[in-house]
């Protein structure tokens, strides 16, 4: 019998046989962006077309790796009924220059093998048929072979990078603010509770898990308020939570903030800079990382959209203030359904009129009214109409994308708060200030995407939590 | 009056005065890296040290941006009472040379501002004392500004921008998995379940607001099985949940979970060799990124893990099967409290020992009993004693690290068991496998941390949810 330690080496030869040897496999993607045929490949992917004719075979292949499919040429011979649209295939042959202008290369099959066979008469999807994404939405686990889903996620899941990268290279520490929290940050709308499901079961017996009752969280402002004090410029990048009954296509139970936190701010032009900063690197790095899957959108989706969205990329975000906001929409000739009133808080029709009569481009509205704002915010000094020193970023078709403020540092004016949020005042104390910025809102600004359920892999929602 | 135009146009320029013709803001890590010195610079951090001398006054200050602090150097005339360990300080000064080996740079001062003044007296963090772990875990508001919980954090933020990049950089689309689901992944341990604060004052009323029960997520694998039926390789970083009323140093509530899917895969070969590389691309990142930061670790809290970890990192994991590890067990001159018997689960103890035999070096265990594992494993049709292609990846003084395992992609294999999963097998199932890392542990490993409370920024367990 073979000693354990000569055992596992002997295994470690076995299975170790580099991949190298055996063969070249290749994504759609770099097949499509080869420059030089290549020998012998092997490519994976699902059927997207079979057209057969009498002397050739076509079949178009995706991975998922890019919007475009690999266009594959064969022997009739090679066709079976397994073949079919939706089905999973192997590819082995010759990447071949292509003759046709559409596409660079193809692939010229030796071998196909149908790794998964589909029951295309089950298959919800279509072959080239388009879609509605209210349609696609009943599949929360196949929507994403769809072209739209699929060219969507790509493109959130660079945008996610591309928000890791800004703060990464600008020297922010990322920090996990937790989900569970025992706080609520701002009285945000109603709260999710968790429970053991023990708890939930039997809730005669009221000990909690965490002794306290414990919450999904709203933001993780508090907790990164508490890590500027160490780190000066920190951000977190995670799914914040709403239980509000709200069917609205602005709305979801679960969904992405981006937040952000800077000590030694001196104004809220500091945050304003790093919003702009943030949504301009992050939109650009979006476009030329996937250039085709965002052209599905701003082809298909929203039209107007890129000609804006370039415009805005070029200049400077306007910013006015509350006041000025306010002045503008009683000069306005349209009616509101609310009467603009200094005090009151903007609805949408008049953030929606606000970003017009800026000629629908991104809009900081600052310092608001004392009264309006949570107690967080740092108190502006002014009179007779107090205000504090917040900002909220409105942008086209979506409304608030960025809401932002100094923090109220002086301890004096946060007196009879929270004990933890003054400790934070008492040991070093400086003006701080920072914001959020609501990631579906965001790709749905981008994209000109209508219902915030198409922007997110699994949207959560009342009545609904599918898969 | 000024026309609404005019007036927002008026206040841009008043308010973008660009900050370059104000003054040269540095971080404290900018500051020491300078190769030259510079002229009028001003930076902002909270003082770790004073020591007024009769010719000059030292200052230590440090803003989070590193371990090391810089030094200040001024004149005895520049102190004020309110310049105490702990205290935020605005200094402009120039920077020059310093005459000491110890540092590059020093920041000779010509004004210095007291920003926010610190209770040295009631702050819990002393000047130059090394606080034990458990000691500063008691203030999760303030223990970041801990040199030890410092580090921690700068460390974990390169760790996650590493494993992003490393995903993306091999062309895996990123997913956000949901938090709130209706499933459960692998019925592991205790869930916590979620309802509306309302619901869980009053539960006679029982409407879910998802209409179905919902829980915390205890694993993303479902999810992504979806994703990697479309995009070939994708990946999720997010918290993951268990309900354990656990005390241990290894347990969270709330903790991280790097997870990965590959479709096409042919052996489980292809799920270690992803396993291997993340952790050597990634922990080579963090020990270049923040070689200061991982030497507090290296030197302070666990001296042997750095020559251990290079020798890892240079040598390939080594592989047993389950079938081999029972048999190094069974030859043990140890007696373990569990006796080894093929057909149970491995005990840490077993892990341990396991790891130890091996060299004290990451071992990858594959091919477990059939009985033992989850439904969605793939039959390895083996007999007579019946396996799974499942792995685990354990480390010396963690254990398990990373579960992985090829899923089960027939279909008559997985009939009876869940609708969707079964849908997915219907249209293109592909040959598929992945694995998940705990985050936490991996910090723990590289780090050699005990406590797994000392590598989360706001630890959750049974009894505990401050902050």
């Not at 292509?98 to 999807?125: W, Y």
């Not at 945050?271 to 900063?277: K, N, P, R």
Request: some cysteine.
């Amino acid at each position: 019998m073979l000693g354990p330690r000569r055992g596992w080496q002997a295994l470690r030869r076995c299975v170790s046989l580099p991949r190298a040897q055996r063969e070249v496999r290749l994504r759609v993607r770099e097949a499509l962006g080869a420059r030089e045929p290549a020998g012998e490949v092997k490519v994976q992917g699902w059927v997207r077309s079979v057209r057969s004719q009498k002397e050739v075979l076509f079949l178009h292949i995706n991975d998922g790796s890019s919007l475009e499919n690999l266009q594959v040429v064969a022997d009739p011979s090679l066709e079976n009924r397994d073949l079919t649209f939706g089905s999973a295939v192997e590819v082995q042959g010759k990447l071949v220059k292509s003759p046709h202008r559409m596409q660079n290369m193809e692939l010229k099959a030796e071998t196909i093998r149908v790794v998964g066979p589909c029951d295309t008469l089950a298959f919800p999807l279509k072959t080239k048929e388009r879609h509605p994404l209210e349609y696609v939405r009943q599949f929360p686990h196949l929507r994403c072979r769809n072209n739209t889903l699929g060219s969507l996620l790509r493109i959130r899941s660079e945008a996610t990078a591309a928000i890791h990268s800004f703060f990464q290279d600008n020297g922010y520490v990322h920090i996990h603010t937790p989900i569970i929290t025992s706080n609520d940050c701002e009285g945000a709308g109603e709260l999710f509770q968790i429970e053991t499901s023990n708890e939930a079961r039997e809730p005669a017996e009221k000990t909690h898990f965490f002794d306290v009752p414990a919450f999904l969280t709203v933001s993780g402002q508090l907790h990164l308020e508490v890590m500027a004090g160490a780190f000066t410029h920190v951000f977190t990048f995670g799914p914040t939570f709403r239980a509000e009954n709200s069917q609205s296509r602005r709305h979801l139970a679960e969904f992405y903030m981006v937040e952000a936190e800077l000590s030694f701010t001196e104004s809220l032009e500091d945050i304003m800079q790093v919003m702009e900063d943030l949504f301009k690197t992050v939109t650009s790095t979006v476009f030329s990382k996937c250039p085709r899957d965002v052209e599905l959108f701003h082809k298909y989706i929203a039209p107007a959209q890129k000609d804006r969205l370039e415009k805005t990329l070029k200049n400077k975000f306007v910013i006015i203030s509350y006041n000025e906001a306010v002045e503008i929409l009683k000069q306005a000739s349209q009616t509101f359904t609310f009467k603009p009133e200094w005090g009151c808080d903007l609805q949408t029709e008049h953030e929606k009129y606000l970003v017009k009569h800026c000629g629908e481009v991104p809009v900081f509205v600052i310092n608001y009214p004392y009264d309006l704002k949570p107690f967080y915010m740092r108190d502006n000094e002014d009179g007779p109409q107090h205000t504090v020193a917040a900002v909220d970023l409105l942008v086209p078709g979506i409304g608030e994308l960025c809401g932002g403020s100094l923090r109220e540092e002086r301890l004096p004016f946060l007196r009879s708060r929270l004990q933890r949020y003054l400790d934070l005042r008492k040991f070093g104390s400086v003006p701080h200030g920072g914001f959020g910025m609501g990631f579906e809102r965001y790709l749905q600004y981008i994209l000109g995407v209508e219902n915030i359920k198409d922007v997110i892999p699994f949207p959560r929602f009342s009545h609904s939590c599918l898969l």
